[in-house]
């Protein structure tokens, strides 16, 4: 007579720790997490890049400035453009280069985002269009593309993302937040972003 044999995929209690305990290893592995005020993150698109950036500008409230660090084609502005997506605005972002800073809207709603772009613009010109102004003021947000351009004028309270070029179409995105606030934003959008 044959032995009587356990089927192969009869679930146990010891399986469901196993794989609880896996599933943590993998999301502590996937965990782009350097120190507890920055993240790291590998985006393989564009459109990756521009749905972090959606779940960063869902988050944002007003009052906020965002630094965009990295060499020309780095994705600054697809990063930004996602954040604008996220934060609703009307109008799509595009390079504020030749205009060195755009206003967008909401629908509704005072809040405004201004995309500033330093590549052309001097920290004296940005003196002289108030943008040390906006940059407290609570209504606004503040895209700032050449941040390190400008140095001066900027807050030291920030998020600050620096963006690398990996390949043809990965980018390397450290998200770094500078102040209380912005650590409790970074911790925000990661739970938003990567559910930790
Ligand atoms: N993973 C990625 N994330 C963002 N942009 C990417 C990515 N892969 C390729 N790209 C391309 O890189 C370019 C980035 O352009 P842009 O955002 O204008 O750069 P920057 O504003 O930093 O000068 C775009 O042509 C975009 O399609
Ligand atoms: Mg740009």
Known sequence: MLPEIEPFNKWTPYDGCLSLFLNSCIIWLMTPILDHKSLEFISQSPEQTR???????????????????????????????????????????????????????????SQRLLHVDFYRLSAAEAWELGLEDWMEDPQAVVIVEWPERARDILPPENLWVRLEIAEESRRRLLFTAHGPKYLNQLHEFRRAAFGV
Do not use: M, N, Y
């Open 51 to 109: 749905r972090l950036g959606a779940k960063l500008g869902h988050l944002l409230r007003g009052g906020e400035v965002i630094c965009l660090e990295g060499d020309l084609g780095a994705g600054k502005t697809v990063l930004a453009q996602g954040i604008g997506r996220g934060w609703g605005t009307v109008s799509a972002l595009i390079s504020p280069t030749f205009v060195l800073i755009r206003e967008h809207r909401r629908p509704s709603g």
